[in-house]
């Protein structure tokens, strides 16, 4: 019998049903678990799936690129997702208008912030050069920040992975740090949520309203911008 | 979620990435995609209802979209190597003063403006 179920096993670790089924499986437990612990951002549903798939993937022996033949189809939406942000920002757009002037300064002051204080403190606590470039522009959306990375001089793949754990950490700890400092107005908690750490908090800001989801995606977007143009030149003149 | 609108939203995308490609800007095709149909939405003058619902959809699973990339990291995660603390620290510290300036400072200038355009 054991012959036969490693047969199976090995048809299915091959097939991409698996990794595209087992993604929303442990979605929707990560949702699950979330919504029993009355919304503890601590218990964020992305965190919970990604640990229990890099557990499985562990276990079971199973290589990235395999998984990732299934999880592809979930990822590819990313794409139409993010064109999809226009429209919460259309259907706020007299808001977003009256607050230009506030917007623009915090997306400059935000943006420097975010890039200056991760080369600081990772420079106080004796990070190398190269992962202090790498750590810069980590608050812009993936593509965007591993293109300043190697401009710069820093390590692509390894802005990657700080991007992503950047997200984690603004969607996982943003909202109640925001209520611990007295932050009621949901347009400033989307714009800091997307300045910050880009589209994993967008989607969390999308949970609290659809005024701070325009407002995250918006600040997304400019964000990307605002990284590209600062950060190298912040470089050519501290290095 | 309306075919017509799946599309539409696939249509603004490769516009975009090919904008991104052919003038070099450093911005995502999905991100000027985000524009595009933002002009539309404009030009439109209202979002239509299907597109509404298919937008919707895509966008109340967002945080689904991030999982596979997530994953990722995993198997990366040697990639912090001996940096692993200086990292973590700057990431966790960066992160939380970013937020708390970023929306501290639109608070009080939403306000202050607000104060300007009322008097």
């Known amino acids: 019998m054991t012959a036969d179920i490693e047969e199976v096993w090995v048809y299915l670790a091959a097939s991409p049903l698996t990794g595209l089924t087992l993604t929303l499986l442990a979605y929707q437990a990560g949702l699950w678990l979330y919504d029993k612990s009355n919304a503890n951002a601590l218990l964020n549903p992305v965190l919970i799936a990604i640990g229990m798939l890099a557990g499985f993937l562990y276990l079971t022996d199973t290589d990235y690129a395999t998984y990732f033949e299934g999880a592809q189809f979930v990822h590819f939406l990313l794409g139409p997702a993010t064109v999809a942000l226009a429209v919460p920002l259309y259907r706020q757009f007299t808001l977003v208008r009256q607050s230009a002037p506030a917007l623009v300064t915090a997306l400059v002051v935000g943006s420097l912030t975010a890039a200056g204080s991760a080369v600081a403190i990772g420079w106080a606590l004796g990070a190398s050069e190269r992962t202090l ?98 950060v190298p030149l912040l470089h050519r003149i501290f290095f | ?55 919707g959809g895509l966008l109340k699973h967002l945080a689904l979209l991030f999982v596979p990339a ?21 990431l966790l510290g960066s992160t939380v003063i970013a937020i708390a300036v970023t929306a501290g400072l639109m608070q009080v200038l939403s306000r202050i403006f607000r104060r300007g355009s009322a008097e």
């Open chain 2, 1 to 55: 979620m309306e075919l017509g609108f799946l599309t539409l939203l696939l249509v603004c995308q490769l516009a975009g990435e090919i904008i991104a490609v052919a003038t070099g800007l450093p911005i995502p095709g999905p991100v000027i995609g985000m524009a595009l149909l933002f002009c539309g939405l404009a030009f439109h003058g209202a979002v239509p209802d299907g597109l509404q619902a298919t937008a």
């Open chain 2, 70 to 90: 997530g994953v990722g990291i995993m198997a990366h995660i040697t990639l912090l190597a001996d940096e692993g603390w200086p990292i973590l620290g700057a």
């Open chain 1, 133 to 230: 470039l790498s750590l810069a522009p980590k608050s812009a959306t993936t593509p965007v920040a591993m293109g300043i990375a190697e401009k710069i001089g820093g390590i692509p793949s390894l802005t990657a992975v700080l991007v992503i754990l950047t997200g984690i950490i603004g969607a996982v700890l943003g909202t109640g740090l925001l209520k611990l400092i007295r932050i009621h107005d949901h347009k400033a908690t989307g714009f800091a949520l997307g300045v910050a750490s880009h589209g994993i908090a967008t989607a969390r800001a999308l949970q609290v309203s659809e005024v701070a989801g325009a407002f995250s995606g918006l600040a997304m977007g400019l964000n990307a911008l605002a990284t590209a143009l600062l």
